[in-house]
C-alpha cells in the first residue's frame, strides 16, 4: 500500500507498545539504514530539498502483541524540530501489520524550533482517517501497529539542498476514562419473514482491549416470540469489508466503522420482541445494561427452516418445517487442493479465493447437487492462526475478512438453495505427523511468531486438555454461534475433520478426555446456536475408523449423525464398500453420511474416480445412507465436467420420500446367461418368463448377464431400483457413448405388492429423465415381469401405487 499520499517525504515512526521492541530506519528511494537515537534520545535524520525521506520506528513483527497497559493510553504526541530555512509538511500516521495506512490531516513545520505535535488515538477522535482503503479508525490499529509517526514532505518551492530533522519526547500520553454505557443507533428492521434470517446493527459507547473476548463485554441477545417463548443468543462484534479481483487474486479491504451486529429467524408469524443484555467489565467489576424493548413484524413466507435429524425416522434430515431432505453432496473443503493438482496432474491452479467458490456454486447449483463441505481452514476461512498472515491475529483476536468471506459464501450459496456443512477444524491444525500445521499454529509455543500469537502449547495433545486453550475454543464457538447460528443452510457442523489423526489421539481417546471435549464442545455450541445446527465430529479411513472410535458415538446423543470417509482400495467396489458401511454402523440408530471418498486418499485412475462418483450417487440412497457420498477430489469434477452424474440422481430423487415407511432393502439377481445370443433363445426366455409381447434384437451386446446387478428398496406399495453392470460402474468407460446398448432385457422383481393400480417408469441416470412408462393392476400380489428400456451402463426405475384396483369396466 502506498504511504506517499500528498508527496509523503518524511516519515517519523514510534513504537506501538514501550515495553516492545523495535528499531528506528531511515529510507530513501532506494535505500533503507538504521538509525540510533542520540544521547537525549533525539532521532535525527537529514531529508533533501525537495525529496522525501521516510524515518520510522518499527517494531518487532515476532514480538508485537497488544498490551493492556498501551490500550490505556489515548493519545501519541512528541516534539519536532526542522533545522534549515525551509518549512516542511506532513502528518501523523499509522501502517497495521496488514498494511493498512492511517493519517491525521495535513499541517505545516516551520523550521528552527520546536513544535509540539498530537493526535487523538480513539475511536471518536476523528482525527486519523484511512489511506488507500475505506476503514474508518478507531484503537485497535493503534495496538496493532507495525510503524507509526510523521510522514513529512518538502515541494519544490524552496532552495534545493538539505535539511535535518530532529524529534523528541515521543510518549504515548493520556488516561482512557470510560463513557457512559450506552447502545448507539440500534438499527432494527421493521420486518421478517418466518425462516428468513434478519440482522440488526448498533454500536456501543465504549471502545473494548478485545471486544471478541465475553469476560471483557458479553452482548447478548433476548428475543420473545408472539407465542411468548423467549431465546436468548449471543451477538458479535464485525466489520464490513469490500472485494475485488486483482488479476487472478481476490482483495478483501475493510469498509467503514466496526460495529456489533445480531441476526435473527424467526420461527413463528407475528410481532417479535427484542433487547439487548450487554455485561461489561472493562473497569475490573461488572457493570450491565438492558435495553428497551424494540420489535419486529414477521410474516409467513415459503422457506423451509433450519435442519434436523427426522423425529419419525432417526436415518434421514428433514427441514423444521417437515419437509424431508436428502443431501446430495460435494466435498469443496476449501477452493484449492494441493493434493489433487498433484494427484490428477493439473498443475498449480490459482487461488481466486471467495470467486472460486461462485464458480463452484454455479456449476453445483445448476447440476442439482444441494450440499457442500467447506472447512474454515488456516489458508481460507479460519477466524484463528498465526499472525504472521494477512489479517490474522493469532489467539483471541479474529479475522474479520474471512468472518466476512464466509458470510459472502453462504449467502452465494443459501440464494442458490445449496446448503453447507461447515467444518470448523481440520486435523492438520494439531497435528504435527499427518498434514501437519502445528508448526505453524498460534498455540504453539515454539513458533517463531509464539508472542505475538499468544501462544503458550508444547503439544497438539494438550489443546484438549488445558484449561486456557478450552477457553479460548469456547470463546471461538460463541463468535460462531453469535456470527453463523440464524444461518438456515448451514446443514451441519462438524468440530473437527479427521480427528483420530491429531497428533497423541489414541492417548487422550483411552483416556477419555478428547471424548469429554467433543461432547462439551457440542453441548456448548448447541446452546449457543439459536438454530440448533446438527453437530458431530469427524474419523478418517473409513466404517472401521467408526467403529475403532465408536465411544464417540456410545451413549453420547451430542454426536448426532455418524460421518466418516469411505476411501478402499481399488479391489473393492463401492457398492460393496456402502454395502459394509451400512451393515456395520446402523447400530447407532442415526443418520449415517460420508463426507470424504474417491478411490484412495491418495487418489485414483481417472476411471475408478468417474466410476466412484457415479456409484456413489446412485447406490447411497438404495443402501440406506442419509446422503449421497461427498466425493473429495472437488476440482476433478470442476475442471473434468463431471456433473451430469449428479444431475439424474438429483431429479430422480427429488420426489421421493423415505421417512416412517419401513423400506426394506432387497438385491435383483439375474439369470446367469450371456447376453450374445440368437435372437430364438431370448423368445424362449420371453415364454419361460411369460413376457407376452417380448421380442428381443436378432443379438443382444456381447457380454456376461451376470455382470448385472441390482439395489431395489421398497414396502407393498412402492419399489424404487437402480440396475447396473457391476464393472462398468467400477472402472467407468471412458467413451460409454461408444458402447452397444443392451436389447430389452427382462427384470423380475423380488417383491410382492398390494392389489391396486400401479405405474412402472424406467430413468436415465444421467438426465434424469423417464424414458419408458407402463401402468398395471395388481390383483394377487404378484408382479409382472417387466422390460428394461435398452441401456449401456446402468438404469434407474420407480414403481408406484397410484390408487385401488380399477372396477369392472361395466359389460365385463
Known sequence: M????????????????????????????????QLTPNASGEVVATMSLPGNILIYRQRDRYTMRPQPADWQKTALQLEIMVEGETPVRGSIFFKDKDGLWFQSSDRA?????????????????????????????????????LQFGLSLYSGASGPPGACRVRCRNWQFVGQR???????????MPASGGVYRRTESTFELSREYFNPFDPDEIAVDVEAVAPSGQSIVFPAFYTRNFLRRRHFTREILLPDGRAHWAFRFTPREAGTYRFRLKLTDHSAGNAESLTTPWQSMTVTPSAARGFIRISPTDHRYYEFTTGEFFFPIGLNVHTNIDRRSEKAFSFGYLPDRGSYDYEEYLDAIAAAGINTVEIWMASWTNALEWNSSRLYYHGLGRYNLAHAWRLDHILDYARDRRVYVHLVLDNHGKMSAHSDQEWEDSPFNRNNAFAVANGGFLNEPKEFFTDPEAIRLNRQRNRYIAARWGAQTNIFAIELWSEIDLVTGHQELYDSGRIIDWNVNTARELK?????????????????????NFRRYYDGHPEMEHIIGDAYRKPEIHFVDQLQRQVDHLAEFNRPLLITEYGGTSSGSEAEYVIGDIHTGQWAAFFLGQAGTPFLWWHDFVHRNRLYPHYYGVSRYLADIDPRGKNLLRRPVHFPPFPLGIPR??????????????????????????????GLTVGNRNEVYGWIFFYHRVWHYPSAPDSLTPTGRLPLRLPWELQPGHYAMEFFDTMTGKCRQRTEFTVRDGKLPVFTMP??????????????????PTPGN
Open 109 to 145: 513545520f516551520s523550521p528552527g524550533s520546536w513544535q509540539r505535535c498530537r493526535v487523538d488515538l480513539t475511536r471518536d477522535g476523528g482525527e486519523l482517517y484511512g489511506v488507500g482503503h475505506h476503514a474508518v479508525w478507531n484503537s485497535s490499529y493503534a495496538l496493532n501497529a
Open 680 to 709: 430364438y433363445f431370448h423368445a424362449v426366455v420371453a415364454e419361460e418368463l411369460q413376457l407376452p409381447g417380448y421380442f428381443p434384437p436378432l443379438l443382444a451386446p456381447a457380454g456376461d448377464f451376470s455382470e448385472l446387478r
Open 790 to 807: 435398452p441401456f449401456t451402463i446402468d438404469i434407474a426405475f420407480k414403481l408406484r401405487r397410484q390408487g385401488p384396483v380399477p372396477a
Open 527 to 547: 446452546q449457543l446456536d439459536q438454530g440448533r445446527h446438527i453437530i458431530s465430529t469427524h474419523v478418517c479411513g473409513d466404517y472401521q475408523h467408526n467403529l
Open 2 to 33: 502506498s504511504g506517499y499520499r500528498f508527496m509523503v517525504a518524511t516519515a517519523i515512526f514510534f513504537t506501538a507498545a514501550l515495553g516492545q521492541a523495535s528499531s528506528w530506519y531511515a529510507e530513501t528511494p532506494g535505500q533503507v539504514r
Open 177 to 187: 476514562r470510560l463513557p457512559a454505557l450506552r447502545v448507539v443507533d440500534w438499527r
